[in-house]
């Protein structure tokens, strides 16, 4: 690898993921232990992909309409994800599940992700 770019820790594992899940699954599939670093995690995959990430704050949700998903990322190829994060175990609120229902019904698919590598998994 060039000087140039040097990889983070983030983006090792997510080449790791890609090139060879056995090895690298057990650090990114595990999940997190808060939400707000599988935010990050994705944030960093969706800049590393030169890809257009719409978050609003975690720390204002009445900034946000109820139920909103935490990710819309607009993707190459004309694709648009829909996405919520949770951290293992934690269940989507009635509000979100009202909304993810609705664009199902509208022919779109949401996904629930818990781990970066659920996340590369969708977006592949």
Do not use: N
């Not at 090792?12 to 670093?37: D, F, K, N």
């Not at 909304?99 to 590369?120: D, N």
């Amino acid at each position: 690898m060039s000087d140039k770019h040097r990889w983070t820790e983030l983006e090792y594992q997510a080449y790791l993921a890609r090139t060879s899940p056995a090895i690298a699954r057990t650090h990114v599939e595990a999940g997190v232990t808060h939400e707000w670093e599988l935010h990050e995690q994705i944030r960093q995959e969706v800049a590393r992909r030169g890809w257009v990430g719409l978050h609003g704050s975690m720390a204002h949700r009445t900034h946000r309409t109820r139920g909103e998903f935490d990710w819309t990322i607009i993707a190459d190829k004309g694709r648009v994800f829909f996405i919520e994060c949770k951290r293992p175990g934690a269940k989507a609120s009635q509000y979100q599940l009202q909304l993810m229902a609705q664009a199902r019904k509208l022919g779109h698919t949401p996904h629930i992700v818990e781990s970066l590598l659920q996340f590369m998994e969708i977006v592949a």
